[in-house]
């Protein structure tokens, strides 16, 4: 979900397009998240699936490096925006 949010605009931050500007887009990442969290917590999901209830730690931990994916791709857009600012 990272990677869809960072894909949004090749050069624009995402702050500068708005968090909630696609009203489409934010209910197919919310609907992405939860079916996610119900294959990890929800018991029949759980067996169908053969997954295990994640721990706090765990959540946050895949938080964190899952969403390195965004922050890395923000960085790189802000640095192309400031070397097009430059070379002008």
Same mark, same amino acid.
Do not use: H
């Given at each position: @979900?990272?990677?869809?949010?960072?894909?949004?605009?090749?050069?624009? $931050?995402?702050?500068?397009?708005? &968090?909630?500007?696609?009203? @489409?887009? &934010?209910?197919? +990442?919310?609907l $992405?998240? +939860?079916?996610?969290?119900?294959? +990890?917590?929800?018991?029949?999901?759980?067996?169908?699936?053969?997954?295990?209830?994640?721990?706090?730690?765990? @959540?946050?931990?895949?938080?964190? =490096?899952? $969403?390195?994916?965004?922050?890395?791709? !923000?960085?790189?857009? =802000? &640095?192309?925006?400031? &070397? !097009?600012?430059?070379g002008?």
């Amino acid at each position: @979900m990272w990677n869809a949010l960072s894909c949004r605009s090749q050069t624009k $931050s995402v702050f500068s397009i708005g &968090l909630f500007s696609n009203k @489409m887009f &934010l209910i197919a +990442v919310t609907l $992405s998240v +939860v079916g996610q969290l119900l294959v +990890v917590y929800f018991p029949p999901l759980q067996s169908i699936f053969q997954t295990e209830a994640l721990t706090l730690w765990d @959540m946050f931990t895949l938080t964190l =490096l899952t $969403s390195s994916v965004w922050v890395i791709s !923000e960085i790189k857009k =802000l &640095l192309e925006r400031l &070397l !097009e600012q430059r070379g002008r």
